[in-house]
């Protein structure tokens, strides 16, 4: 692949990944609306207490995809300022990494993808296996998962 190819890529895969956050940020904002409003429609019955049990149930549902959302968008936020239009010697946040089976993408903590028809690891920088990626140049061995693989290819 040439350098701007290279480039396209990883803008193209980075674009993906924007895309599987707002997605995952979407879908947090609809449950913490059914959870807020589950609340709220809780009504007053002789049970007494359980109509207190089930507000509060539904508020801390809300909290929990709240905070989730909260951290989906610093994931957001840290995926954005990672610039992907350099190509890469090192191992660095926000580059693609290809191992002999394996392929990482160093961005942010997504998991597995598929894209171009293949699989591919988006991890975060601070996730175990980036950090033993980090700093790594092309020919390098890298241990991961208790298997030991050289690197291939960093762009």
């Known amino acids: 692949m040439a350098d701007q190819q290279q480039i396209d890529f990883k803008m193209q895969l980075k674009e993906r990944c924007m895309f599987l956050i707002r997605d995952r940020m979407d879908s947090l904002r609809m449950a913490m609306n059914v959870a807020q409003d589950a609340a709220n429609e809780e009504t007053k019955s002789s ?21 989730q959302l909260a951290e989906t968008g610093k994931e957001m936020a840290s995926l954005m300022s990672v610039d992907c239009s350099i190509l890469y ?61 050289q690197i291939k290819e960093i762009i």
């Not at 049970?47 to 905070?67: F, P, Q, V």
């Not at 191992?91 to 961005?107: A, D, K, M, R």
């Open 47 to 67: 049970a007494g207490d359980k109509y207190e049990t089930s507000r509060a149930m539904g508020h801390l549902e809300k909290d929990m995809y709240a905070r």
């Open 89 to 149: 010697t090192t191992v660095s946040p926000g580059s693609f990494v290809t191992c002999e089976n394996i392929s990482y993408f160093i961005l942010a903590g997504i998991g597995k993808i598929n894209f171009n028809g293949a699989s591919i690891y988006v991890i975060s920088p601070n996730a175990p296996v980036a950090k033993s990626l980090l700093g790594k140049m092309k020919g390098d061995y890298v241990t991961i998962n208790n298997g030991i693989h």
